[in-house]
Protein backbone atom coordinates (compact mmCIF):
# COMPACT_ATOMS: atom_id res chain seq x y z
CA UNK A 1 0.00 0.00 0.00
CA UNK A 2 1.56 3.62 -0.93
CA UNK A 3 1.65 6.39 1.73
CA UNK A 4 -0.74 9.03 1.27
CA UNK A 5 0.56 12.00 0.56
CA UNK A 6 -0.92 15.37 1.59
CA UNK A 7 -1.01 17.22 -1.44
CA UNK A 8 0.18 15.25 -4.59
CA UNK A 9 -0.45 17.74 -7.45
CA UNK A 10 0.43 21.05 -5.60
CA UNK A 11 0.20 23.87 -7.90
CA UNK A 12 3.26 24.30 -9.38
CA UNK A 13 2.01 28.06 -9.58
CA UNK A 14 2.84 28.75 -6.28
CA UNK A 15 6.38 28.16 -6.70
CA UNK A 16 6.29 31.32 -9.38
CA UNK A 17 3.97 33.32 -7.19
CA UNK A 18 6.94 33.32 -4.00
CA UNK A 19 9.37 33.56 -6.25
CA UNK A 20 7.79 37.13 -8.15
CA UNK A 21 7.03 38.36 -4.49
CA UNK A 22 9.56 38.70 -1.76
CA UNK A 23 8.30 38.53 0.72
CA UNK A 24 5.37 37.16 -0.27
CA UNK A 25 1.83 39.41 0.89
CA UNK A 26 -1.06 38.17 2.64
CA UNK A 27 -4.52 39.45 3.56
CA UNK A 28 -4.66 38.13 7.26
CA UNK A 29 -8.27 37.73 9.01
CA UNK A 30 -8.20 36.99 12.91
CA UNK A 31 -11.09 37.15 14.78
CA UNK A 32 -11.81 36.98 18.47
CA UNK A 33 -13.06 34.18 20.81
CA UNK A 34 -16.83 34.12 19.78
CA UNK A 35 -16.79 37.58 18.47
CA UNK A 36 -16.55 38.97 21.41
CA UNK A 37 -15.98 43.05 20.69
CA UNK A 38 -12.50 43.42 22.27
CA UNK A 39 -10.62 45.30 19.75
CA UNK A 40 -11.95 48.96 19.50
CA UNK A 41 -9.97 50.85 21.85
CA UNK A 42 -6.97 53.05 21.79
CA UNK A 43 -4.73 50.99 24.12
CA UNK A 44 -5.28 47.86 22.04
CA UNK A 45 -4.59 50.25 18.72
CA UNK A 46 -1.23 51.51 20.25
CA UNK A 47 -0.33 47.79 20.95
CA UNK A 48 -1.05 46.57 18.06
CA UNK A 49 0.40 49.36 16.19
CA UNK A 50 3.81 48.71 18.73
CA UNK A 51 4.19 45.12 17.62
CA UNK A 52 3.61 45.47 14.23
CA UNK A 53 6.54 48.49 14.37
CA UNK A 54 8.98 46.06 16.45
CA UNK A 55 8.68 43.45 13.61
CA UNK A 56 9.86 45.84 10.47
CA UNK A 57 13.28 44.69 11.96
CA UNK A 58 12.56 40.80 11.50
CA UNK A 59 12.27 42.10 7.78
CA UNK A 60 7.64 41.74 8.49
CA UNK A 61 6.00 44.60 7.26
CA UNK A 62 2.38 45.33 8.16
CA UNK A 63 0.80 47.53 5.59
CA UNK A 64 -3.04 48.59 5.74
CA UNK A 65 -5.14 47.42 8.47
CA UNK A 66 -8.45 47.92 10.09
CA UNK A 67 -9.16 46.75 13.88
CA UNK A 68 -13.17 46.01 13.67
CA UNK A 69 -14.73 45.29 17.47
CA UNK A 70 -14.20 41.94 16.79
CA UNK A 71 -11.77 40.82 14.25
CA UNK A 72 -8.92 42.38 12.56
CA UNK A 73 -7.72 42.34 9.22
CA UNK A 74 -4.25 43.58 7.75
CA UNK A 75 -1.84 42.79 4.86
CA UNK A 76 1.54 41.30 5.90
CA UNK A 77 4.42 40.82 3.77
CA UNK A 78 6.48 38.31 5.84
CA UNK A 79 10.49 37.56 5.64
CA UNK A 80 11.00 34.15 4.13
CA UNK A 81 12.87 33.58 7.82
CA UNK A 82 9.75 33.93 9.92
CA UNK A 83 6.37 31.84 9.28
CA UNK A 84 3.09 33.63 9.14
CA UNK A 85 1.48 31.37 11.65
CA UNK A 86 4.11 32.28 13.79
CA UNK A 87 3.90 35.99 13.47
CA UNK A 88 -0.22 35.83 14.31
CA UNK A 89 0.18 33.76 17.00
CA UNK A 90 2.94 36.04 19.06
CA UNK A 91 0.51 39.28 17.72
CA UNK A 92 -2.41 36.98 19.34
CA UNK A 93 0.06 37.07 22.70
CA UNK A 94 0.69 40.58 22.35
CA UNK A 95 -2.67 41.77 22.26
CA UNK A 96 -3.61 39.58 25.02
CA UNK A 97 -1.60 41.20 27.23
CA UNK A 98 -3.69 44.36 26.96
CA UNK A 99 -6.48 42.97 26.82
CA UNK A 100 -5.69 41.42 30.32
CA UNK A 101 -4.57 44.64 31.56
CA UNK A 102 -8.18 46.02 30.58
CA UNK A 103 -9.85 43.22 32.58
CA UNK A 104 -11.18 40.84 29.18
CA UNK A 105 -10.68 37.20 30.62
CA UNK A 106 -9.36 34.83 28.33
CA UNK A 107 -9.50 33.27 25.79
CA UNK A 108 -9.52 36.13 23.58
CA UNK A 109 -9.32 34.42 19.92
CA UNK A 110 -10.58 32.03 17.79
CA UNK A 111 -8.09 29.32 17.07
CA UNK A 112 -6.17 30.23 14.05
CA UNK A 113 -6.57 32.84 10.89
CA UNK A 114 -7.44 33.44 7.65
CA UNK A 115 -4.82 34.15 4.64
CA UNK A 116 -5.05 34.76 1.48
CA UNK A 117 -1.90 35.56 -0.84
CA UNK A 118 -2.06 38.46 -2.93
CA UNK A 119 -0.92 38.01 -6.58
CA UNK A 120 -1.10 41.12 -7.98
CA UNK A 121 -1.11 44.97 -7.29
CA UNK A 122 -5.01 44.32 -8.51
CA UNK A 123 -5.69 41.87 -5.92
CA UNK A 124 -4.11 44.21 -3.24
CA UNK A 125 -6.32 46.98 -4.20
CA UNK A 126 -9.64 45.06 -4.36
CA UNK A 127 -9.05 43.38 -1.03
CA UNK A 128 -7.79 46.88 0.43
CA UNK A 129 -11.34 48.55 -0.23
CA UNK A 130 -13.07 45.41 1.02
CA UNK A 131 -11.51 45.82 4.33
CA UNK A 132 -11.54 50.25 3.92
CA UNK A 133 -15.12 49.77 3.69
CA UNK A 134 -15.63 47.21 6.64
CA UNK A 135 -16.54 50.32 9.18
CA UNK A 136 -19.24 51.66 6.80
CA UNK A 137 -20.66 48.62 6.30
CA UNK A 138 -20.64 47.56 10.28
CA UNK A 139 -22.25 51.17 10.68
CA UNK A 140 -19.36 52.31 12.65
CA UNK A 141 -18.92 55.53 10.15
CA UNK A 142 -16.58 56.87 7.26
CA UNK A 143 -13.67 57.78 9.80
CA UNK A 144 -13.34 54.65 12.22
CA UNK A 145 -10.05 55.60 14.20
CA UNK A 146 -8.90 52.19 14.53
CA UNK A 147 -7.19 51.64 11.04
CA UNK A 148 -4.04 52.87 9.12
CA UNK A 149 -0.53 52.14 7.44
CA UNK A 150 2.12 50.62 9.64
CA UNK A 151 4.21 50.75 6.89
CA UNK A 152 3.88 51.33 2.90
CA UNK A 153 3.82 48.24 1.20
CA UNK A 154 4.66 48.45 -3.22
CA UNK A 155 3.07 45.79 -4.77
CA UNK A 156 3.35 44.97 -8.57
Known sequence: ????????????RLAYVFQTYDPPLYF???CTWKRLELLASEAVHASF??????NLQ?????????LMP????????????????????????????ELNAQGHLAPHWQPGFF?????????????????GENPV??????SWPFQGEVARIDVV
Not at 58 to 66: A, C, D, H
Not at 78 to 97: A, E, N
Not at 115 to 131: F, G, N, T
Open 1 to 12: MRPITRFPNKPK
Open 58 to 66: RGIIVGRYV
Open 28 to 30: VTI
Open 115 to 131: DHLIRHSESYAQKWRYV
Open 70 to 97: DHLHLFAGISRQFRLSDFVRLMKQDLSK
Open 49 to 54: VEYCQN
Open 137 to 142: RAGLGD
